[in-house]
DNA sequence: ACGCTTCGTCGAAGCGCTTCGACAATGGGC
DNA sequence: GCCCATTGTCGAAGCGCTTCGACGAAGCGT
């Protein structure tokens, strides 16, 4: 419970020294900083938050909020606030977590009190309360995702067209003329609808670019395992499937795979786009290009940092590009027909 | 951005005054009370947090730390944390988050700094780190576990004694006379240590004591779908099961069961317990004595909120009584032999 | 040797709130 | 009608830090 005064005293400096020793805001003699640095470890010294908070007009924290809508998963947004909080501790910022009920209380508690310094948003749905909160906020905001008017906003999130484009790029480069899409349930995309339109799309448009015969399937959550059937029948020459949906959901198609007797990648090649592994399970056995929160999370600390310190202006939407993770479920496209040439 | 001194000024009183009817920790007169809070919504006033924190020494912020080793449920410890988050609330206090690496570094850091007026420390492990550093922290801090050796420390956590008793109780008193128990993997158990082996001592004690026959496995996280043979093997004439394992092994044994055509609960009944359900997934379709965070959490922030205000004296084990979920898992037990007497 | 800048340090003024002691003004007991 | 306790309000002293302006001491050129 040493004090900055306790600290001058020892070191036989005024307190406005210590300070600058401390904080490096002006220059100081080597040796009196080497003085103030030892009497400071002596007495065990460390700044009180508030004090500085008051005086220093920052608090150094940053609040997260995540809703936690029953269907999205926990382990992800653990994984985003995690995240979060590693990226916020580089920058020498702490972490406050705002839940669900009071989402919104919270952000306008936390600005208003001068309680964080900025606030990152998680989890963020098409039509987000928690955007036009931010809009009238008056404290700096990033939004991990993108609400579908970003206007005003700033946004970091994954580039899930690249995603999508670099996905079909490989199973074309493999050989594959017929793919499919398993992307996400109706209503997720009603309520999510950005990423996984994006997704849709981008898919979609480089298919056609490139040739390729495809289709796609949104699966229901009640019968996941329908979605092989409803493909197959879409696409019955179907030898590569670009995945993006819930993990329940790639989980009841390996399944069905496996239950067909199709093999990955021998019979049917697999990339997954835009899915968020949960760290706490093995991961699926597929090359993907995934959500990762150490990719996004990162970057969306380092804006809002940007902001809070006055060195970037807001609004702005950064997108970050996929990176691939290889995991031996791509092979060559089967040969279709035994017209070999000997 | 209004201070005090707007609202004082604008209310036509005294600072002190303001801040007495704000607080409510000295009587004022009803009339200058509505003048102050009029005022006080009509600048759009909120107090500063730093500013108060300083004053009143106490920032309203406790500080969770969650290591989040491999095998842990990531959706759990969400599931915790935010069940922590919202009992903080109910006692106006926020929640820090700090990860992993720095745990130790946090808790130092955020006692030291007067960041966090208290610590709740969750997913504890029998020799943890954690507690060590709790004893010489001179902060208030509250466990949801118990380490080994829980001296001088003050903690929450399910009764898993109890639960286990009450599992063996309701199987025993719907007839079943022969029962088993699936218990953790021996390396959690070797990390874990204090609550399986709690819930292996109180399931064979019950048993013992009500005259059953019963045995334990212990699940291979490699190969989960071996613990109904091995269990089987154990003992052939069991009826019921009490289940407390990861997620994973639950699952891997209700596909066991299907596939050897064992119904529950016709066949076989079960019970879970102390397991942690993923609020994003649907629930294990069994009767269940769940480790559920919105029993531990709420009693773990209320123990640490009575330690902060200096109601309570720290040090003490607090055993939360569990609650029974039915699913419909549990059955009489069929009948052994086809003697019935009509 | 002179004034100039530059460098290192200090003092003091806050930051916005809580809280203690003081002090009128009121009310009750006698 | 007097004294004492209550009650409601105020003033001021911090809480522990940052930061601005000031200022003596060097160092420089000329």
Redesign the pocket.
Same mark, same amino acid.
């Given at each position: 419970?040493a004090?900055? &005064?306790d600290v001058a005293r020892e070191a036989?400096? *005024?307190? *406005?020294?210590v *300070? #600058?020793a401390?904080?490096g !805001? /002006? *220059?100081?003699?080597e040796?009196? /900083?080497v003085r103030v640095l030892a009497a400071a470890a002596r007495l065990g #010294?460390?700044? !009180?938050a508030a &004090? /500085?908070a008051? &005086?220093? /007009?920052r608090s150094q924290i940053i609040a997260v909020t995540t809703p936690l809508h029953p269907d999205t998963d926990h382990s992800a947004h653990m994984a985003f606030a995690m995240a979060v909080t590693t990226a916020a501790r580089d920058h020498d910022y702490d972490t406050l977590l705002l839940v669900q009920d009071d989402a919104l209380e919270g952000m306008r508690r936390s600005a208003a009190t001068s309680l964080a310094d900025g606030i990152v948003v998680l989890d963020v749905a098409a039509h987000d309360e928690r955007a036009d909160l931010a809009r009238s906020l008056g404290c700096p905001v990033v939004f991990i995702g993108l609400p579908a008017d970003t206007g005003g906003l700033t946004c970091v999130d994954l580039d899930f067209r690249a995603a999508a484009h670099e996905a079909v790029d490989t199973l074309h480069a493999a050989g594959h003329r017929t793919v499919g899409l398993v992307s996400q349930p109706a209503d997720v995309i009603a309520r999510e609808a950005n990423y996984p339109l994006r997704i849709e799309q981008a898919f979609a448009e480089r298919a056609d670019e490139l040739g390729l015969t495809h289709a796609l399937v949104r699966p229901d959550l009640d019968a996941p395992h329908a979605v092989l059937d409803d493909l197959l029948r879409l696409l019955p020459e179907v030898t590569a499937i670009v995945l993006s949906t819930p993990t329940s959901v790639a989980v009841a198609l390996t399944e069905s795979l496996s239950r067909r007797g199709l093999r990955v990648p021998d019979d049917l090649s697999v990339v997954t786009v835009g899915m968020t592994a949960d760290p706490s399970r093995p991961p699926l056995p597929f090359d993907s290009l995934p959500l990762d929160p150490a990719l996004t999370c990162p970057v969306a600390v380092d804006t809002l940092v940007g902001l809070i310190e006055g060195a970037t202006s807001p609004g702005g939407v950064t997108l970050v590009p996929p990176t691939h993770v290889s995991r031996g479920s791509v092979a060559p496209a089967p040969v279709p027909h035994p017209t070999e040439v000997v």
């Open positions: 419970m004090t900055i &005064a036989g400096v *005024s307190i *406005s020294t *300070s #600058y401390l904080s !805001k /002006r *220059s100081i003699t040796d009196t /900083r #010294y460390a700044p !009180k &004090a /500085r008051l &005086a220093a /007009r």
